[in-house]
Nanobody
Framework: QVRLVESGGGLVQPGGSLRLSCGAS????????MGWYRQNEGKQRELVAT???????NYEESVKGRFTCSRDNAKDTVSLQMNSLTPEDSAVYHC???????????WGPGILVTVSS
């Protein structure tokens, strides 16, 4: 079974940057979209950014202009460059991958991002 492996989280000061990376353990289905969702304690998981295999991106309004999502289709990896981070960006970030139409969805275990002085 495929698993998503995440890395790059940690503690950063407001205004700083972090890069999250995620890769599929193995290619067992054709991944159409990959991306990131995040969830704070007591909050609903929300979309941060997604990117299709053709390069089409979709961003949450609050991260537009600050975050950049990219992927390597051949390696089934996705990255999220996060700049100008604010405390409101603090959350557990989950990698996501799905087939066309969402017939198959895979979630990463989550990686913590903390933005604080």
């Amino acid at each position: 079974q495929v698993r998503l492996v995440e890395s790059g989280g940690g503690l950063v000061q407001p205004g700083g940057s972090l890069r999250l990376s995620c890769g599929a353990s193995e290619s067992v289905f054709s991944i159409h979209v990959m991306g990131w969702y995040r969830q704070n304690e007591g909050k609903q998981r929300e979309l941060v950014a997604t990117i299709t295999n053709s390069g089409t991106t979709n961003y949450e309004e609050s991260v537009k202009g600050r975050f950049t999502c990219s992927r390597d289709n051949a390696k089934d990896t996705v990255s999220l460059q996060m700049n100008s981070l604010t405390p409101e960006d603090s959350a557990v970030y989950h990698c996501y991958a799905a087939s066309a139409g969402g017939h198959i969805e895979v979630w990463g275990p989550g990686i913590l991002v903390t933005v604080s002085s």
